[in-house]
């Protein structure tokens, strides 16, 4: 168990429509991060959040959107859901800073599998 | 820029066998981390091991190595005599420390598999 919790762990839905997928991060992890897992394919950066704001953004579409809350916890908005959307969502959260035990090494959820039909 | 190539898609070897996993980095940093990550059939991701841009020193941990090279920007991953559960996809990941965080970037992965 990473400790880093994902909800929903299967969702399907239809074309057009809007989900969110939640994120826990690991007691005392400050920065959370959201990657895509497309079938077959490598895991693509999305975007990190640290403490409630954005610190970087990868290939994440405008469809897409995300937010870390006072709590920590952080939530992934698609909209707009299209085919191609589908995939297995991971968040992952780590400490912020280096440490001489514990290097960013990222813990993941379970993942959010979005299947779009 | 961070890239990270796994030129190795599919690896099958028969249990028992050692299996050794490529990696080969790119970078503008002087200091960055290195990983391998492991994605049993079950989908979950699993952290595996980690090294520093400035400790060269190679490690045994159990039936996993690794073989850092920094002259030739690589970090393969070897499993010693194979087994059956090893079989997963395997992932090499580059991460450079930013503000508040890590900006990490994972190759595309080698599926393992292990025969009986």
């Known amino acids: 168990d990473s400790g880093v919790t994902q909800t929903p762990k299967h969702l399907i839905t239809a074309t057009g429509q809007r989900v969110t997928l939640r994120c826990s991060p690991r007691?005392?992890?400050?920065?959370v991060y959201w990657y895509q897992q497309s079938l077959d394919q490598g895991l693509q950066f999305l975007i990190q959040y640290y403490n409630g704001e954005e610190r970087a953004k990868g290939n994440i579409l405008e469809r897409f959107s995300a937010q870390q809350f006072p709590d920590l916890h952080s939530e992934l908005n698609l909209s707009s859901l299209e085919l191609g959307d589908s995939a297995l969502y991971f968040c992952?959260?780590?400490?912020?800073?280096?440490?001489?035990?514990?290097?960013?090494?990222?813990?993941f959820g379970e993942g959010s599998r979005l299947t779009v039909l | 820029a961070q890239k990270v190539t796994q030129a190795q898609t599919e690896i099958s070897v028969v249990e028992k066998e050692d299996v050794t996993l490529d990696c080969v980095y790119e970078?503008?940093?002087?200091?960055?981390?290195l990983f391998w990550y492991k994605q049993p059939p079950s989908g979950e991701l699993v952290f595996l091991i980690r090294?520093?841009?400035?400790?060269?020193q190679n490690e045994i941990s159990g039936r996993y190595s690794w073989n850092f090279q920094k002259s030739t920007s690589s970090f393969n991953f070897t499993i010693t005599a194979s087994q059956v559960v090893d079989s997963a996809v395997y992932f090499c990941a580059l991460s450079e420390q930013h503000t508040g965080g890590f900006k990490t970037i994972f190759g595309a992965g080698t599926r393992l598999f292990v025969k009986a």
């Open positions: 007691s005392g992890d400050l920065s």
């Open positions: 992952a959260s780590s400490v912020p800073v280096a440490t001489a035990l514990n290097t960013g090494e990222l813990f």
């Open positions: 090294r520093n841009s400035f400790d060269e």
């Open positions: 970078t503008r940093d002087t200091t960055y981390y």
